[in-house]
């Protein structure tokens, strides 16, 4: 049986640009490329309305090619208990109100039973300084929070 995993926007939005000048994001772009190529099909891949919205967003070119991405994926429902969670999230300010999609991203991922949540926000998902308070809310509401994690290290077996 593959893992579950929710495709948080950050991870099409790093396989459909253009390479970047940035050493850093360009090894980030190609990590996400190779695990894209190698890896994906190990996993059952879930998105929502939120990434959809996100790719949506900004140049119609780029925006275009991310929705190419990510157009087979199925979607998870926004259910009352994604909101609860969510709304959980901020008010315990582990995540900052001015992060509120990224919340929601958690408590989709954290709702529907997702193994993991890829991304390479490592801001306010994908970041060990906050991980043990995330998980803590998603227990608080009888759930348990996905691994957050970026393409990197889904690299290997």
């Known amino acids: 049986m593959k893992s579950k995993l929710y495709l948080e926007t950050t991870i099409p939005s ?13 090894g980030h772009q190609q990590i996400t490329r190779e695990w894209w190529d190698t890896r994906r099909n190990r996993f059952d891949i879930y998105i ?3 990434v959809l919205d996100e790719a949506k967003a900004g140049d119609p070119e780029a925006a275009r090619d991310r929705m190419k991405a990510i157009r087979d994926l199925p979607l998870l ?5 994604v909101e ?3 709304v959980s999230l901020l008010e315990s300010r582990v995540i ?4 509120a999609t990224d ?4 408590a989709i991922a954290a709702v529907h039973g997702m193994d993991f949540l890829m991304t390479w926000n490592c801001v306010h998902l994908a970041n060990a300084a906050i991980a ?7 227990r608080q509401h009888g ?4 691994v957050i994690c970026t393409p990197e290290e889904l690299l290997g077996e």
Not at 77 to 81: K, L, R, V
Not at 103 to 106: G, M, N, T, V, W
Not at 132 to 138: E, F, I, L, T
């Open 143 to 146: 759930l348990e929070c996905p």
């Open 14 to 26: 790093y396989l459909t640009s253009r390479s970047s000048r940035d050493l850093i994001i360009a």
């Open 77 to 81: 429902d926004i259910t009352p208990e």
């Open 96 to 99: 900052p109100r001015r992060a």
């Open 48 to 50: 929502s309305q939120f």
């Open 103 to 106: 919340a929601a991203h958690i």
């Open 132 to 138: 043990k308070a995330v998980a803590g809310v998603c």
């Open 84 to 86: 609860v969670l969510a």
